[in-house]
């Protein structure tokens, strides 16, 4: 593939509680939110983009479907708060992204993109496929009782339709170019269908650290399904103060509230 990138997130080999755990709970269709690819499953899960449900009103989502009701029953949700422990062996992190044409569109809760496909993350023998990334202000997870200003997820779909989740934080600092070219292309006006091209190179927002939390998890908005396999790297990137506040003007506060562990033990290792 012309243009490849190649990354790796080194590590070794261990199942560990994800992989292992994250295949057992999936509940609903895990793709039916901003974590999922398809204009389909958004009209599935009552519109993303929708305003049936408000980042305000998070008590409230578990009464939004049938299958929301996980949101609330859940034990495994997201997003966690992660602190740094013993480091351990982790499966390999290792994607192939190329730079490509990919949509930039306001869906009503985030600023997503939608990634050409043929871009893939290996994590040790799985193999999923990049669909989209988006932001979220402030971060969702929380690491060392740090709430960090942004956070972007790298959303991918294995070949049976499991999900991995990618996620950066971002911290305030150097203004990163590729954040700089997709909020150029931010449309003015809200919908999948209102999106502007933008060149994407999403490596160039992924730190090189190598180190990661892994834990079992689920999708951050309504449905809130569950086995989700989340991968949060412990290095942030950074973005300009200036590109903070313009993401935090449109999106507002976006973040879902810390979720219980329930028993869960995220695993830090590289
Ligand atoms: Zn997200």
């Avoid at 709970?25 to 899960?45: F, L, R």
């Avoid at 949509?103 to 043929?118: C, K, L, S």
């Avoid at 309504?222 to 412990?234: D, F, I, K």
Wanted: glycine share 8%; hydrophobic share 40%.
């Amino acid at each position: 593939m012309p243009g490849l990138r190649q990354w790796a997130l080194a590590g070794l080999a261990a199942c560990l509680l994800i992989g292992c755990s994250a295949d057992k709970k999936s509940a609903g269709d895990p793709a039916a939110d901003d974590h999922g690819t398809t204009n389909a499953s958004h009209a599935a899960a009552g519109g993303h983009g929708s305003a049936h449900w408000s980042y305000a009103q998070q008590a409230s989502w578990a009464v939004q479907s049938p299958e929301a009701a996980v949101c609330a029953a859940g034990k495994a949700q997201s997003p966690i708060a992660l602190a740094s422990e013993a480091l351990v062996e982790l499966p390999n992190l290792v994607g192939s992204y190329a730079p490509a044409e990919a949509a930039v569109f306001n869906n009503g809760h985030t600023i997503q993109i939608n990634a050409a496909p043929g871009q893939t993350l290996n994590i040790g023998a799985d193999v999923y496929q990049l669909v989209q990334a988006h932001f979220h202000a402030p971060s969702e997870h929380q690491l060392d009782g740090k709430i960090y200003p942004m956070e972007v997820h790298f959303v991918h779909k294995s070949e049976s339709g499991k999900l991995a989740v990618l996620g950066a934080l971002i911290d305030e600092g150097s203004e990163n170019s590729q954040i700089a070219q997709i909020q150029a292309a931010i449309p003015k006006e809200q919908g999948e269908n209102k999106a502007q091209p933008a060149a994407f190179d999403p490596v160039a927002m992924l730190p090189d650290d190598q180190t990661y939390f892994a834990y079992s998890g689920s999708l951050t908005t309504p449905p809130c399904s569950e086995g989700v396999r989340w991968s949060v790297l412990t290095r942030p990137i950074t973005a300009s103060a200036e590109q903070i506040a313009a993401f935090k003007k449109i999106l507002g506060e976006n973040a879902r509230n810390l979720q219980d562990l329930h028993g869960r033990e995220p695993i830090l290792g590289s």
